[in-house]
Nanobody, 125 residues
Framework: QVQLVESGGGLVQAGGSLRLSCVAS????????MGWFRQAPGKEREFVAA????????YYADSVKGRFTISRDNAKNTGYLQMNSLKPEDTAAYYC??????????????????WGQGTQVTVSS
């Protein structure tokens, strides 16, 4: 069992930046691919970005490509999501996930069984 804890959310103006962190409770985190998802009020949860277990490969949703960067530090059992040029439509609760199936062609599907509790990101116009 791996517990994930996100942090780094907050309120930011459009065009601003935030860096989300996801800390895992176990070193086995380094064996798993991980991803970030988000869910806005009244909408379904959607995929944002994913990274392979080694950190050598990444995959992004078209809506965030070029603005967001996913990374990880396995020595710290931590994943990151750097979000730049934020837009009001990026407003959502952001969740990290671990243990999913990563494919360079198809991204991160299905997601794994391990989810964090979420961190809120609000972008004002």
């Amino acid at each position: 069992q791996v517990q994930l804890v996100e942090s780094g959310g907050g309120l930011v103006q459009a065009g601003g930046s935030l860096r989300l962190s996801c800390v895992a409770s176990r070193r086995t985190f380094s064996n798993y691919a991980m991803g970030w998802f988000r869910q806005a009020p009244g909408k379904e949860r959607e995929f944002v970005a994913a990274i392979s277990w080694s950190g050598s490969r990444t995959y992004y949703a078209d809506s965030v490509k070029g603005r967001f960067t996913i990374s990880r530090d396995n020595a710290k059992n931590t994943g990151y999501l750097q979000m730049n040029s934020l837009k009001p439509e990026d407003t959502a609760a952001y969740y990290c996930n671990a243990g999913g199936y990563y494919s360079g062609s198809y991204g991160y599907n299905p997601p794994g069984d391990y989810w964090g509790q979420g961190t809120q990101v609000t972008v004002s116009s």
